[in-house]
């Protein structure tokens, strides 16, 4: 949860997913003031980076495609490094895994980003 309340002290909106300890997180932190979400694709939408820092096996059959697709920007930070770092690069995701050399998706590359001009950087955050 450092990572949560650090990135709401910073002013992220943050959503968080975790298929096993989300129920027991809101109840030791009731006013923390994240989202919930049901599902890894739910906490994404809408995102502007998303932060694995969980090793579940749900993640690693995440469809990254889909993730990319749902992202305002496919930001992707794999603080496990956890998956693969060229899936991640074909789904068309940004993809940085702790002490990896970074990936950029290649609308990035082209010049195609999709960063709103003028935008505050990271207001939506997802932490898994």
Same mark, same amino acid.
């Given at each position: 949860?450092?990572?949560?309340?650090?990135? +709401?002290?910073?002013?992220?909106? #943050?959503? /968080?997913?975790?298929? /096993?300890?989300?129920? #027991?997180?809101?109840?030791?932190?009731? !006013?923390?003031? %994240?989202?919930?979400?049901?599902?890894? +694709?739910?906490?994404? &939408?809408?995102?502007?980076?998303? #932060? *694995? %820092?969980?090793?579940?096996?749900? =993640?690693? @059959? *995440?469809? +990254? !495609?889909? /993730?990319?697709?749902?992202? !305002?920007?496919?930001? =992707? %930070?794999?603080?496990? @490094? =956890?998956?693969?770092?060229?899936?991640? =690069?074909?789904?068309?995701?940004?993809?940085?895994? %702790?002490?990896?050399?970074? *990936?950029?998706?290649?609308?990035? +590359? &082209?010049?195609?980003?999709? &960063?709103? !001009?003028?935008?505050?950087?990271?207001? @939506?955050?997802?932490?898994?």
């Amino acid at each position: 949860m450092q990572i949560a309340e650090r990135l +709401l002290q910073m002013g992220a909106r #943050v959503s /968080v997913y975790d298929p /096993v300890s989300m129920e #027991v997180c809101k109840q030791q932190h009731p !006013t923390l003031k %994240i989202a919930y979400c049901p599902s890894a +694709l739910e906490a994404v &939408t809408g995102s502007h980076a998303a #932060v *694995l %820092i969980t090793e579940w096996e749900e =993640f690693r @059959n *995440l469809d +990254l !495609t889909e /993730v990319a697709a749902r992202a !305002t920007w496919p930001i =992707f %930070i794999d603080g496990r @490094n =956890f998956l693969s770092s060229e899936a991640a =690069f074909r789904a068309g995701l940004d993809y940085s895994g %702790i002490g990896r050399a970074p *990936l950029r998706a290649a609308r990035e +590359l &082209t010049g195609q980003s999709r &960063t709103p !001009t003028g935008a505050p950087a990271y207001p @939506n955050l997802s932490v898994s």
